[in-house]
């Protein structure tokens, strides 16, 4: 996957000859996990004290989500995929894992914190949604499989049109009526065809992409940033009174995401490495496309955590990325380490 190193939406361009992370490129990665934050706190400021500039485009979110998954699709060459055939059972394991541990630990964070109907529909639709793109540069900075992530997340993206809708009427249905099938159609629609079409254009124009590839990951992060202006604008008295609440319940969440990420592919008797990165693809959620959704079939409340998660999961990101990073030698070094776990322990 071709991606530029300097945004947190695509992977760096990392060969498989190359040494794990040039320092020029840990450098530009770093400034992007730290800037993309920083971007959607501004976004999300500008649209709680000047609702106005939301509400002018808030009739443009679908389209603002198409962009960044076009920009996504561009990103996409056929090598990502041909992981699934070398080594389908470690992309098996993230993608079941992305649909599994998610929607059940958003269905459980809701219950456990009585959360208003509308708040528990957003953060179950969260959890519902496939794997954010900015957990690929947070698996490079861990020193974790890059290559594996991209490949999950483009598959657990592929499929969303299906699952997401399936699994928000089954776990959040209770709370608020939600017709699945067109949210399916708004998916493919808002995902499926764009990233296809990028992937196509990418296929015949691979050079002309080549060029403007730098560009892209701010096109992305600029998109991203419109939709939370436009959410937060139409939040702004439930930020107000459930703000904190919102906060909780995303950073348990994304909390529970990494670490049953992680045991998910340990208790299956994958390598470290391996289960480093189910951690950061389950833990990282398209909160883009669950905030657009959520505005759309629920209410612009049920889109707050959605933008909160935005916001959070690129911070607890940075965060486990260094952890990850700091213990990556001592854990790859260990032959003990590398061993998959026997599942009684």
Same mark, same amino acid.
């Given at each position: 996957?071709?991606?530029?190193? #300097?945004?947190?939406?695509?992977?760096?361009?990392?060969?498989?000859?190359?040494?794990?992370?040039?320092?020029?490129?840990?450098?530009?990665?770093?400034?992007?996990?730290?800037?993309?934050?920083?971007?959607?706190?501004?976004?999300?400021?500008?649209?709680?004290? *000047?609702?106005?500039?939301?509400?002018?485009?808030?009739?443009?979110?679908?389209?603002?989500?198409?962009?960044? /998954?076009?920009?996504?699709?561009?990103?996409?060459?056929?090598?990502?995929?041909?992981?699934?055939?070398?080594?389908?059972?470690? *992309?098996?394991?993230?993608?079941?894992?992305?649909?599994? !541990?998610?929607?059940?630990?958003?269905?459980?964070?809701?219950?456990?914190?009585?959360? %208003?109907?509308?708040?528990?529909?957003?953060?179950?639709?969260?959890?519902?949604?496939?794997?954010?793109?900015?957990?690929?540069?947070?698996?490079?900075?861990?020193?974790?499989?890059?290559?594996?992530?991209?490949?999950? $997340?483009?598959? #657990?993206?592929?499929?969303?049109?299906?699952? $997401?809708?399936?699994?928000?009427?089954?776990?959040?249905? =209770?709370?608020?009526?939600?017709?699945?099938?067109?949210?399916?159609?708004?998916?493919?629609?808002? *995902?499926?065809?764009?990233?296809? =079409?990028?992937?196509?254009?990418?296929?015949?124009?691979?050079?002309?992409?080549?060029?403007?590839? %730098?560009?892209?990951?701010?096109?992305?992060?600029?998109?991203?940033?419109?939709?939370?202006?436009?959410?937060?604008?139409? #939040? =702004?008295?439930?930020?107000?009174?459930?703000?904190?609440?919102?906060?909780?319940?995303?950073?348990?969440?994304?909390?529970?995401?990494?670490?049953?990420?992680?045991?998910?592919?340990? !208790?299956?008797?994958? %390598?470290?490495?391996?289960?480093?990165?189910?951690?950061?693809?389950?833990?990282?959620?398209?909160?883009?496309?669950?905030?657009?959704?959520?505005?759309?079939?629920? #209410? %612009?409340?049920?889109?707050?955590?959605?933008?909160?998660?935005?916001?959070?999961?690129?911070?607890?990101?940075? !965060?486990?990325? /260094?952890?990850?990073?700091?213990?990556?030698?001592?854990?790859?070094?260990?032959?003990?380490?590398?061993?998959?776990?026997? !599942?009684?322990?």
């Amino acid at each position: 996957m071709s991606q530029n190193p #300097s945004s947190p939406t695509s992977a760096p361009p990392t060969p498989p000859s190359a040494p794990a992370g040039s320092t020029s490129e840990d450098r530009s990665a770093r400034v992007a996990v730290t800037v993309f934050p920083v971007l959607i706190l501004a976004a999300a400021a500008l649209g709680f004290f *000047v609702p106005a500039a939301g509400q002018a485009i808030s009739g443009y979110t679908n389209l603002f989500l198409g962009i960044i /998954m076009f920009a996504m699709g561009l990103t996409l060459t056929i090598p990502n995929f041909s992981l699934v055939l070398k080594r389908p059972l470690p *992309v098996l394991i993230g993608v079941l894992a992305q649909y599994v !541990v998610m929607p059940l630990v958003g269905f459980a964070v809701a219950w456990v914190l009585q959360l %208003p109907p509308e708040l528990a529909a957003g953060v179950i639709l969260v959890g519902c949604a496939p794997g954010g793109t900015s957990s690929n540069v947070i698996n490079y900075l861990s020193k974790a499989d890059t290559a594996l992530s991209v490949t999950m $997340t483009s598959i #657990s993206t592929l499929i969303a049109p299906i699952l $997401t809708p399936v699994l928000t009427l089954w776990l959040a249905g =209770a709370y608020m009526p939600l017709d699945a099938g067109e949210m399916a159609l708004s998916i493919v629609k808002m *995902v499926l065809i764009p990233v296809i =079409a990028g992937l196509v254009i990418r296929l015949v124009l691979s050079r002309l992409v080549d060029r403007i590839l %730098p560009a892209l990951p701010w096109v992305s992060v600029a998109g991203i940033s419109l939709v939370v202006i436009a959410v937060v604008s139409g #939040s =702004a008295d439930q930020i107000v009174s459930a703000g904190a609440l919102v906060l909780l319940a995303v950073v348990l969440h994304n909390a529970f995401g990494y670490l049953l990420g992680y045991w998910f592919a340990r !208790v299956l008797r994958q %390598p470290i490495r391996t289960a480093r990165t189910t951690s950061i693809e389950v833990g990282m959620q398209n909160s883009g496309l669950a905030a657009t959704l959520a505005a759309q079939y629920f #209410s %612009p409340a049920a889109a707050l955590p959605g933008a909160v998660f935005s916001i959070w999961h690129n911070l607890s990101g940075a !965060v486990l990325a /260094m952890y990850y990073r700091r213990t990556a030698q001592r854990q790859d070094a260990d032959p003990r380490d590398r061993r998959a776990p026997a !599942v009684s322990r």
